[in-house]
Every structure is written in structure tokens, then in C-alpha cells.
């Protein structure tokens, strides 16, 4: 068995020290830009590197990791699904819902392994949630709420790929850090959210940019005046199956926050929640009994996460056969977030209606 990795940016990296990992051989390394590809080859040992997709879709090529921008997802998975590879694809699945539906048929119908990587619920404390939410002592689960904050585009920052429409789709927050929220709320609850109402805040649609960076308007004369249209920011309530709701809040401009996902689950017997910036930490709690706090002393981090998603998903592979319920995030449920994310910016846009997903 062999890998392949389509995209050889940022989050390339991360996917080929996993794939090491696993000591599964980089079978090929594909890129629009012939020197990255080379250079990530030489780094991670890639057998073979080009700029040509046709390296990928040789037969010793058993599972293709999909690591470019949002916008391409749909077209290379078809491509790779057709020619029989299994894939592990980058979030979002894709951009569209109906493309992302296609995308599940068409899996499915080729017998092939397909996994999303949707790598937060690989914490050792989110899967001990999910196992405590799951139990009977928990009861059923009537509150669901949470944010994910960063801090990371707040102004002066880079302008780069994930502001550009055409590349990353219509929108940011939601997309880039709600789709993680949502899975985890998902995963851990064991509900769905079913319907969706949100306010999206685009605060400086009008920016300044110079030398590759961004900044609000009059800040730097000389620079060029550009136009952002995706949100910095979401607010959303939700009503989740079963009768369950919830609230959710995803920023991209918040100082401080460097990468604070929390989610709080709240059943008939007891209270849970977790935050990734505290992200061994575990708290439960009952009325009247004060506040249980589990702590993972060999826990795990960011890196871990996805080297056990990675796992997890190649262990499948290997067998050739994927379970009804795979651990790790399938392309249902990478398409069900697609589709989450559309009915949130189908709401946002119409004052905050609420649409049914």
C-alpha cells in the first residue's frame, strides 16, 4: 500500500507525518506548483513528485490524501473515486450539497473507504464525552451550546486564499471553524441538528492592502482598496433532533482566543463540557454535587488527533472495508456539514430565517 497526496501546502505537512506514521510509503506528491511538490517530496521522502494528477491514479496508489483549497475538493474526489482510490479529504468535503451528495453515491457504489478529516472528536476527552452523553446515567439531552473563537483574522492580517470566493466558497467562519463545532456538537450529543437560524457579521468589508497584508480602510494610503465578503463572525441557534437545542457562536477576530473550541452538553441527570484550550480537561457535574473534573494526564494534542484519525482510517483501508459507523468523520457526515453550512448562509442572508436541514 501506497499514499498520495494532492496538495503540498500547510496542512500537507501535517498529513504526510501522520502517513509516516502508519509506515505507509509516500507513493507520490502532487502540486500546481512544480518546486513545492519538489521540495515536499525531498522532505517527507514521496517516491515520486509532479504537477500532473495522472501520477496519482497509478495502480500501486492505494489511498489519496486531498489537501487543497475547497473549491477543487469536488472535482479531483470524483476523479480519484473513479479511478478506485479511497480518499481522505480536507474539510469542507466540498462546496456544494448536492456535490457533496454525488460524492457519498458515488463512494458508496464503488465499495470505496472515504473519511473527512474532522479531527477535534480524536481528543482522548471528547471520545470519554461522547461515551458519558451516550449512557443511560446521562439521560436524554436537552441543551447543546458552545462556540469555537480565534484570533487569527484580526486586523492587520494576511490576505490569502480563504478570502478569496472562487477558492474557499462564500464563506469563512462557519466553514473554517463552525464546521468543526458542528461536528464535535454531532458527534459528542449523538443528535443532529435539523434546523438552523444565524446572523453573520462581515465588521470591515472595506480594507486596505499593502504588502500582503490587510488593514482597515485610511490606515496605509498607499495601499490597494479591496472588498471582503465573507463573515468574520456567526451567531446561530439551532434545534437539534429529538427536541434538543442549542446556541453556537463562531468568531474569527477574537483577541486572545487562539484556537478555543467549547462545547457544554446538558442531559436530564447530569451536566458535561469541554474546551480545546484545555483540551486534557474533562467536566462533569450533578445537582447539588459540586463539579467532576476528569483530567487525561497522557492526552493528546492537536498533531495527536489526526495521527488517530489516521489510524483509525487506515486500519479500515487495510482491511479493505469500512463498518456501517466508522469512528472517524465518513463522507455522510462530511456532506451533512456541507449541507449545515448552506442552510446557515441560506438563513443568514434572509434575516435569520429558520431552514430546515
Known amino acids: 500500500m501506497k499514499a498520495g497526496i494532492w496538495g503540498a501546502g500547510f496542512v500537507a505537512h501535517t498529513h504526510a507525518e501522520a502517513i509516516k506514521g502508519e509506515n505507509v510509503p509516500i507513493g507520490a506528491v ?10 515536499f517530496a525531498d522532505k ?3 517516491e515520486t513528485y509532479g504537477f500532473d494528477a495522472s501520477i496519482l491514479l497509478r495502480d500501486d496508489i492505494t489511498v489519496v490524501h486531498v489537501c487543497t483549497p475547497p473549491n477543487l475538493h469536488y472535482e479531483m474526489v470524483m476523479q480519484l473515486l473513479e479511478a478506485g482510490k479511497h480518499v481522505l479529504c480536507e474539510k469542507p468535503l466540498c462546496l456544494e450539497s448536492d ?9 458508496k457504489e464503488k465499495g470505496l473507504i472515504c473519511a473527512v478529516n474532522y479531527n477535534v472528536r480524536f481528543h482522548q476527552a471528547c471520545q470519554k464525552a461522547m461515551e458519558i452523553v451516550s449512557s443511560d446515567d446521562f439521560g436524554p439531552v436537552f441543551l447543546i451550546h458552545g462556540s469555537y473563537l480565534q484570533e487569527f483574522h484580526v486586523l492587520p492580517n494576511p490576505h490569502g486564499w480563504r478570502y478569496d470566493p472562487v477558492l474557499a466558497g462564500k464563506m469563512r467562519a ?7 463545532w458542528m461536528d464535535i456538537a454531532q458527534y459528542i450529543s449523538g443528535k443532529s441538528l435539523t434546523f438552523v437560524s444565524a446572523v453573520f457579521g462581515n465588521f470591515n468589508p472595506t480594507r486596505t492592502l499593502k504588502d500582503g497584508f490587510m488593514h482597515l480602510p ?13 463573515e468574520d463572525a456567526a451567531t446561530i441557534n439551532i434545534k437539534f433532533s429529538d427536541g434538543a437545542i442549542g446556541t453556537a457562536i463562531f468568531s474569527e477576530i477574537s483577541q486572545g482566543r487562539i484556537n478555543r473550541l467549547s462545547l457544554e452538553v446538558t442531559g436530564l441527570e447530569r451536566n458535561l463540557w469541554w474546551n480545546s484550550e484545555d483540551n486534557n480537561m474533562l467536566y462533569t457535574s450533578r445537582k447539588g454535587e459540586g463539579v467532576n473534573k476528569q483530567v487525561f494526564a497522557f492526552g493528546n494534542g ?10 483509525a482510517y487506515y486500519s479500515d483501508v487495510r482491511i479493505g472495508k469500512a463498518p456501517d459507523k466508522t469512528v472517524y468523520p465518513s463522507f455522510e457526515e462530511g456532506a451533512r456539514i ?11 442572508i434572509d434575516n435569520a430565517k429558520w431552514v430546515e436541514v
Open 99 to 107: 456535490q457533496a451528495d454525488e460524492l457519498v453515491r458515488y463512494a
Open 174 to 180: 462557519v466553514t473554517e471553524i463552525g464546521s468543526h
Open 338 to 348: 456541507v449541507r449545515l453550512c448552506n442552510a446557515l448562509h441560506e438563513s443568514a
Open 302 to 311: 492537536f498533531a495527536d488527533t489526526f495521527r488517530s484519525l489516521l489510524g
Open 44 to 46: 517527507w521522502g514521496a
Open 30 to 39: 502532487v502540486d500546481v506548483d512544480l518546486l513545492c511538490a519538489k521540495d
Open 218 to 230: 485610511g490606515t496605509h494610503q498607499a495601499g490597494d482598496t479591496i472588498d471582503v465578503l465573507s
